[in-house]
Nanobody
Framework: QVQLVESGGGSVQSGGSLRLSCAAS????????MGWFRQAPGKEREGVAL???????AYADSVKGRFTTSQDNAKNTHYLQMNSLKPEDTAMYYC?????????????????WGQGTQVTVSS
């Protein structure tokens, strides 16, 4: 059974940093796309950072240059380093996984989801 567990959320002031972690278990496919998504109240869930099993990453324009996703295969853990945080980054953040070589910003692409971790950025 696949399980994704996020951690690392919290409250920070504008300009601050947070690092989210996503610990994965039960992933047995040869390769996976791991995505980081966020959803603010009243808004659709949006993809912000993607990384595939080859280490290729991609970012939404809204976070490019500020967020970095990485993976530690030995620990089966993915990370989202978030710097220069802005109040508009406030949202519930989720990690997601799908068995594939390629990635997608569409949330419907992903088969597995974590429970989410809240990030709140105050001005």
């Amino acid at each position: 059974q696949v399980q994704l567990v996020e951690s690392g959320g919290g409250s920070v002031q504008s300009g601050g940093s947070l690092r989210l972690s996503c610990a994965a278990s039960g992933l047995t496919a040869r390769s996976y796309c791991m995505g980081w998504f966020r959803q603010a109240p009243g808004k659709e869930r949006e993809g912000v950072a993607l990384i595939n099993s080859y280490g290729n990453s991609a970012y939404a324009d809204s976070v490019k240059g500020r967020f970095t996703t990485s993976q530690d295969n030995a620990k089966n853990t993915h990370y989202l380093q978030m710097n220069s945080l802005k109040p508009e980054d406030t949202a519930m953040y989720y990690c997601a996984a799908h068995p594939a070589d390629y990635c997608s910003y569409s949330h419907s692409f992903y088969r597995y989801w974590g429970q989410g971790t809240q990030v709140t950025v105050s001005s």
